[in-house]
């Protein structure tokens, strides 16, 4: 009578199917090589999209707002006394009132500028959630007064910061919208450079991990 191979003896369970027993050994055996990180959730991609849309809607209501309720140059209203008021005023240069009087030129411009803007999105627009929230101002902001040059010519300013007899620059939410996104983009540089060395090392550390770990180590 023959005795049988005890299943218990793991030497002979090895022998018996090397490949079973390296797969369940090394977990990193079953994934590609150079995985791509996952994309963006839907509801992030589409957030650009979605804020330039309000930016710009928000931008047209007030300034229709501004143009129906406030005459021309004369109509003031206050909202903080000697520091912040209401005004209507028509202007046909860039932000702030910059380059007066040159709304042919600055329209088709600031079109050349939105279009290289969309084309080269993926420069602006990466995975961190502020800087999808700094284009879709940036990018709403370009539009609320690209349709004022092309509509009417001329900008529709209202919001009037002063103390004293010093006003800045009467400006409007597009205005607004794209000073914002600016600032963003300028602050968050300056993180992301510190920060390059960093994620640098810890791609590099991952990378030789990952290719250690899919060795086998009885070659």
Not at 25 to 53: C, E, H, M, W, Y
Not at 91 to 107: E, P, Q, Y
């Amino acid at each position: 009578m023959t005795a049988s191979a005890s299943p218990s003896d793991p030497t002979e369970l090895i022998a018996a199917d090397p490949a079973g027993s390296t797969t369940e050994s090394d977990p990193s055996a079953t994934q590609p090589a150079g995985r791509r990180p996952k994309k963006a959730p839907r509801a992030l991609s589409f957030l650009p999209v979605n804020l330039a849309i309000i930016s710009v809607l928000f931008d047209q209501w007030t300034k229709f707002l501004v143009t129906k309720h406030l005459v021309y140059q004369q109509d003031v209203i206050e909202i903080i006394p000697d520091f912040f008021r209401l005004v209507h005023i028509r202007n046909t240069g860039a932000a702030f009132g910059m380059l007066s009087k040159h709304t042919f030129v600055l329209s088709f411009v600031s079109l050349f500028m939105l279009i290289l803007i969309v084309i080269f999105r993926r420069e602006f627009n990466e995975d961190r959630l502020i800087h999808r929230i700094a284009f879709g101002l940036l990018i709403g902001g370009i539009i609320g007064n690209l349709i004022d040059r092309f509509k009417m010519s001329y900008v529709v300013d209202f919001l009037d910061v002063y103390i004293g007899r010093s006003h800045w620059p009467a400006f409007n939410i597009a205005d607004s919208c794209i000073c914002i996104a600016v600032t963003i983009y300028i602050i968050t540089s300056f993180f992301t450079t510190e920060s390059a060395p960093e994620k640098k090392s810890a791609s590099a550390d991952a990378t030789s991990s990952k290719a250690s770990s899919a060795q086998d180590p009885s070659a």
